[in-house]
């Protein structure tokens, strides 16, 4: 038979998309290429066995070199693949697939040093996904910029229809809350893919999978499909803090329960009612007094709480239910 010139070498490469919360914002720890591209990405690194015998070494070794930062939980997402995901000059006939993680990790100053040398930063996770703040209130970009643009997207849809395909009103309500469907946090991929389809987010005109539109791309664009790799994150972890305790991976050893609920909100992008917070959090019981005060809040001192690990061997999902589906 024939050779085929035309063969593909697949690479099989691993992404981190790492996060924690400094003054009460979620955090996605970012690296750029400079001169090359100066859109953010996520620390990456190639899968080499004969280095490392697992994905997860492979990976922490990586950033580890990348970023200078120790990764402390960390759990993978999904195997990234799509044709076309990972294009760079002059890799024609190399194909990258990435297997994704969810990192969570502390801050302090000497880590942001650290991580400056480095060459990385941490940026904002609204900055790349704002219509997911919903903590001051409904978004004012969603029925300013992002619905009108939907709408012109839908009429244009007739074809979807006639093949089957879901139809994209449908899928409109579902993702963000229109009608009698409410606003589900855990639908963050969701509504990335839709506006992506949409052309509504800059990687999509870079990608070629969609014309530019008279509507500027929204939120920050990244390299490759690693917007959509903090959109899986971001969804996995609003569901995650639901059922399991790994919002304590992002607090300090001793804190306040106003800090607690401030990184809930975070992570969860909604307002919380004080009281029902607290109430929730007593009747959990994921956390324990230590006796001690702080007055580091500028009012009254504030009574410091811990994570009480004894609910681990006392819960099968111990979390904090904070909404959603």
């Known amino acids: 038979m024939p050779v085929d010139d035309k063969s593909v070498t697949v690479e099989i490469g691993l992404n981190a998309a790492i996060v924690a919360v400094t003054s009460r914002s979620p955090r996605i720890l970012a690296v750029s290429e400079g001169q090359v591209d100066s859109r953010d990405g996520l620390p990456f690194g190639p899968f080499d066995p004969a280095l490392h015998r697992t994905f997860e070494t492979s990976l922490r070794a990586s950033v580890e070199q990348q970023t200078a930062l120790d990764l402390g939980y960390i759990e993978q997402l999904y195997t990234f693949g799509d044709q076309g995901r990972h294009r760079s000059t002059g890799e024609i006939g190399k194909h990258v697939v990435s297997v994704g993680y969810l990192a969570l990790t502390r801050t302090d100053a000497e880590n942001n040093a650290r991580l400056a040398e480095a060459g990385a930063h941490w940026r904002d996770w609204y900055s790349y996904l704002p219509w997911e703040d919903w903590r001051q209130g409904r978004p004012a970009l969603i029925d300013q910029l992002i619905l009108p643009a939907l709408r012109l997207w839908e009429k244009s849809g007739q074809q979807d229809e006639r093949m089957g395909l879901p139809q994209r009103r449908t899928r409109m309500r579902l993702a963000f809350g229109l009608d009698d469907f409410p606003w589900d946090e855990e639908r963050v991929l969701e509504r990335y893919e839709l506006l992506y389809e949409a052309g509504l987010v800059g990687e999509a005109v870079i990608d070629g999978r969609a014309v530019a539109t008279g509507t500027p791309p929204i939120g920050l664009t990244m390299r490759h499909d690693h917007r959509r790799i903090v959109a899986t994150a971001v969804a996995r972890l609003r569901g995650k803090i639901k059922y399991r305790p790994v919002i304590f991976e992002l607090m300090p050893p001793e804190f306040t329960l106003t800090d607690l609920q401030a990184t809930v909100e975070a992570i969860s992008g909604r307002h919380l009612h004080k009281q029902n917070f607290r109430r929730l959090v ?12 702080t007055a580091a809040t500028g009012g009254r001192p504030a009574a410091l709480f811990r994570f009480r690990r004894q609910i681990l061997d006392e ?9 959603g589906r």
């Not at 007593?282 to 005060?293: F, I, W």
């Not at 819960?315 to 909404?323: H, I, N, S, T």
Request: glycine share 20%.
């Open 315 to 323: 819960r099968p999902a111990p979390g904090l239910k904070v909404g």
């Open 282 to 293: 007593e009747g959990a019981e994921l956390v324990e007094p230590t006796g001690m005060l």
